[in-house]
């Protein structure tokens, strides 16, 4: 079959088992039904034969085993499936959820930008409004203080005719298109500069949020509310383990208990672990960033007020720079904002993925299996095994494993965090990590 065409049979597979889950009332993303249809075209016990074209019967037959998995209420591995196609499609580093924050905010900002560089101003009244446009887009460009409210306007414009007149609009006329955008986010860096300067010396600052002191209490509260999220799920984690461990060791219980399915929760809580890691350590950085820019803020603010103190009129070429500088500082801050109400929110949606705990295994379940069971934390058994280590089959360089930020290894087939100074060998391209010394004829026979 052609690519297109097998496209195009896909992409009809993924509309109907989209509109069959929204028939009973479930929502479904085209990216989680792919996934979905690749999981259950590759599983060799559904039958299908990957080297010829489907035909309606097939079709119809992974239609309704999808559908009956993606419907499947009660199961762990499809909600940590969600999650993984959840945080793919959500989760980026922070320079791409910058980058793209600030393309959202140029994108807002087209329709005012237009409106300014292709006016065509002559008469006093068609003047008077350009110049309250251009007022308006400084306050939009910037986000410093609303452009409906008549004070923070009143004080936006005073900044601006202080750097650029009204009288000047002729001159501004006259460039190009590209020099009037270039002098349009000049005079908004400059007009919010003076703004934040005037704030911190009492003498404006109408409608600014001190967006440091804001973040100072945001965001060590959504660091501690992901570390509290991170211990329950870790402990959670701890506790599966313990009772898969002791399932093990008893056959007799394993029938009872259906392990296949607390295996399940195991991976579904360590991936959530996994997760929230990831979003703490951006949290992490996020602190990092806003004390470092607190410094320089405090810094900015102190040489100009020295500056102003010590004489009477200063030079633009001396002053501007340092508003220009503020300007950025402030940008940064909105940035952080951004970023921790991103990661938060992240961080809640992701807890949507774990209602099958409590159905399938409940507080009291677990309670009575962990009778006369030691709970051990995933540090407790990296020391256990501290001094139990062997040569590894396949050294890695040191420059490979420092990579190598979280891996899992396998004892009995139940899942535990290891780490770097566990013996680490590669398999058909895998790296796996050699958790006790009997463990690698498991994988190489």
């Given at each position: 079959m052609p690519p297109t065409q097998s496209e195009s049979v896909i992409k009809n597979i993924i509309r109907e088992i989209e509109q069959e889950c929204a028939s009973y009332g479930e929502v479904a993303s085209d990216t989680l039904i792919a996934f979905m249809v690749k999981a259950v075209v590759l599983d060799p016990s559904n039958g299908f034969n990957m080297d010829r074209t489907l035909i309606k019967s097939d079709v119809e037959k992974l239609v309704k085993l999808c559908v009956n998995r993606l419907l499947d209420s009660k199961n762990p591995s499809l909600d940590t499936i969600k999650m993984q196609v959840y945080f793919d499609m959500n989760y980026t580093n922070r320079e791409e959820f910058i980058e793209e924050h600030h393309r959202i905010l140029e994108s807002k900002l087209d329709f005012v930008t237009r409106e300014i560089t292709d006016n065509r101003a002559c008469a006093q009244k068609e003047l008077e409004s350009l110049y309250r446009k251009i007022v308006s887009y400084v306050l939009l460009r910037t986000g410093v203080g609303s452009p409906t409210d008549i004070k923070i306007v009143r004080e936006a414009t005073a900044a601006l005719q202080s750097v650029f007149p009204q009288a000047e609009l002729g001159t501004f006329l006259s460039l190009s298109k590209k020099d009037k955008e270039l002098q349009l986010k000049e005079l908004s860096m400059i007009v919010t500069g003076i703004r934040l300067f005037n704030r911190e010396t009492g003498k404006g600052g109408e409608g600014i949020e001190f967006l440091p002191d804001i973040l100072h209490e945001a965001i060590p509260a959504t660091a501690q509310h992901i570390d509290s999220q991170l211990q329950i799920a870790q402990d959670q984690a701890y506790r599966y383990t313990a009772i898969l461990e002791k399932v093990t060791n008893n056959p007799l219980l394993s029938v009872e208990l259906k392990p296949y399915m607390l295996k399940e929760l195991l991976y579904n809580v360590r991936q959530y672990e996994i997760f929230l890691k990831i979003i703490l350590s951006e949290i992490i950085t996020c602190a990092q960033e806003v004390k470092l820019m607190t410094k320089q803020l405090g810094a900015l603010l102190e040489q100009l007020k020295m500056n102003v103190s010590s004489k009477t009129a200063i030079p633009t070429s001396q002053v501007f720079p340092i508003f220009i500088a503020l300007s950025h500082l402030w940008i940064g801050f909105q940035d952080e904002t951004v970023l921790i109400g991103i990661l938060s929110n992240l961080t809640t949606n992701l807890e949507r993925f774990l209602g099958t705990h409590e159905i399938l295994f409940p507080e009291e379940a677990i309670q009575d299996l962990l009778r006369e069971v030691t709970v051990k934390t995933d540090m407790y058994r990296l020391k256990e095994h501290m001094?139990?280590?062997?040569?590894?089959?396949?050294?890695?360089?040191?420059?490979?494993?420092?990579?190598?930020?979280?891996?899992?290894?396998?004892?009995?087939?139940?899942?535990?965090?290891?780490?770097?100074?566990?013996?680490?060998?590669?398999?058909?391209?895998?790296?796996?990590?050699?958790?006790?010394?009997?463990?690698?004829?498991?994988?190489?026979h």
């Open positions: 001094g139990n280590r062997n040569q590894p089959l396949f050294p890695l360089p040191l420059k490979m494993t420092s990579r190598i930020k979280a891996l899992f290894c396998f004892k009995f087939f139940i899942l535990h965090l290891s780490d770097k100074v566990l013996n680490v060998f590669i398999f058909k391209k895998i790296f796996i990590v050699q958790s006790i010394t009997d463990i690698h004829p498991v994988f190489l």
